[in-house]
């Protein structure tokens, strides 16, 4: 049996499956690292490791010579956020064609949301009788349930007003569908706001900077944001400087639900 069908950057076409072995693994890697992303050859060698997982669960195969070459170390954590003074020079930039952008940008940095959690929330998520919103496609596949405070529940208010549980909270008026992506819309209103180095997941990371910033400890952050590993959510608890923390400090005060929205249906007005 050969890869040679198969596309794998760091070995020839013809190698034979069963000669393969850790050290010539490896080999290939080291020289392929050199000209290639790290996390490109991580990848590559993800692929190669499922392809000798299946092989040896077939009978085809002995033994994963994968699972005996590490990874290469990644250095590609971002640190990037969104500061005070740059929100409302970046809200600025959303109207005409970007309003859509006017209420996503402060949800995700209300909620912490993943890009694709967000675009695909609907109606029916959104409990404004108790102040949450319910993610329930997330990275981990688990149910994520997330406080909002004042600000993002007006927003998110004004958006649900009229629509029926099942609709999207955003809907794209060109195809009358959620959106699929703002990377170009986002792209350019911070060109345009001349900030510069962000992109949209830096606003995920902007909800977990303020949460460090307004005394949340690791634990906590992790259970807000969903992280798996609780290494993700300790780059949020760092030192600042004195005094910083209260330009930061997340509006978490909670609002008086209007008798007229206390119904059993959340999702209605």
Same mark, same amino acid.
């Given at each position: 049996?050969?890869?040679?069908?198969?596309?794998?950057?760091?070995?020839?076409?013809? #190698?034979?499956?069963?000669?393969? #072995?850790?050290?010539?693994?490896?080999?290939?890697?080291?020289?392929?690292?050199?000209?290639?992303?790290?996390?490109?050859?991580?990848?590559? &060698?993800?692929?190669?490791?499922?392809?000798?997982? &299946?092989?040896? !669960?077939?009978?085809?195969?002995?033994?994963?010579?994968?699972?005996?070459?590490?990874?290469?170390? &990644?250095?590609?954590?971002?640190?990037?956020?969104?500061?005070?003074?740059?929100?409302?020079?970046?809200?600025?930039?959303?109207?005409?064609?970007?309003?859509?952008?006017?209420?996503?940008?402060?949800?995700?940095?209300?909620?912490?949301?993943?890009?694709?959690?967000?675009?695909?929330?609907?109606?029916?998520?959104?409990?404004?009788?108790?102040?949450?919103?319910?993610?329930?496609?997330?990275?981990?596949?688990?149910?994520?349930?997330?406080?909002?405070?004042?600000?993002?529940?007006?927003?998110?208010?004004?958006?649900?007003?009229?629509?029926?549980?099942?609709?999207?909270?955003?809907?794209?008026?060109?195809?009358?569908?959620?959106?699929?992506?703002?990377?170009?819309?986002?792209?350019? =209103?911070?060109?345009?706001?001349?900030?510069?180095?962000?992109?949209?997941?830096?606003?995920? =990371?902007?909800?977990?900077? !303020?949460?460090?910033?307004?005394?949340?400890?690791?634990?906590?952050?992790?259970?807000?944001?969903?992280?798996?590993?609780?290494?993700?959510?300790?780059?949020?608890?760092?030192?600042?400087?004195?005094?910083?923390?209260? =330009?930061?400090?997340?509006?978490?005060?909670?609002?008086?639900?209007?008798?007229?929205?206390?119904?059993?249906?959340?999702?209605?007005?």
């Amino acid at each position: 049996m050969r890869l040679s069908w198969l596309n794998v950057s760091f070995f020839n076409s013809g #190698t034979v499956l069963l000669s393969v #072995t850790g050290l010539c693994v490896h080999s290939f890697m080291a020289p392929v690292f050199i000209k290639y992303e790290a996390a490109s050859v991580n990848r590559e &060698l993800e692929l190669l490791s499922r392809i000798y997982s &299946l092989a040896v !669960r077939l009978g085809l195969a002995e033994f994963n010579p994968c699972s005996r070459v590490s990874k290469f170390k &990644l250095q590609n954590q971002r640190y990037r956020y969104l500061l005070p003074d740059e929100e409302p020079v970046l809200l600025a930039q959303c109207g005409t064609a970007r309003k859509h952008l006017a209420s996503m940008i402060p949800v995700a940095i209300g909620t912490g949301a993943r890009k694709s959690e967000q675009l695909n929330l609907k109606v029916k998520q959104v409990d404004f009788f108790r102040n949450l919103v319910v993610f329930d496609k997330t990275k981990s596949g688990k149910t994520l349930t997330v406080e909002i405070n004042s600000e993002v529940r007006q927003v998110l208010f004004e958006l649900c007003k009229g629509k029926g549980p099942d609709d999207y909270v955003w809907v794209n008026p060109a195809t009358g569908g959620p959106y699929t992506d703002v990377k170009h819309a986002f792209t350019s =209103a911070c060109t345009d706001a001349k900030i510069f180095g962000l992109v949209w997941h830096d606003l995920r =990371a902007t909800f977990g900077t !303020r949460l460090g910033e307004a005394g949340f400890n690791a634990y906590a952050i992790a259970e807000l944001m969903g992280h798996a590993n609780i290494s993700t959510s300790r780059r949020y608890v760092r030192s600042v400087p004195a005094g910083s923390g209260e =330009a930061v400090l997340l509006k978490n005060q909670r609002v008086t639900i209007p008798s007229q929205v206390m119904l059993r249906e959340p999702w209605r007005f």
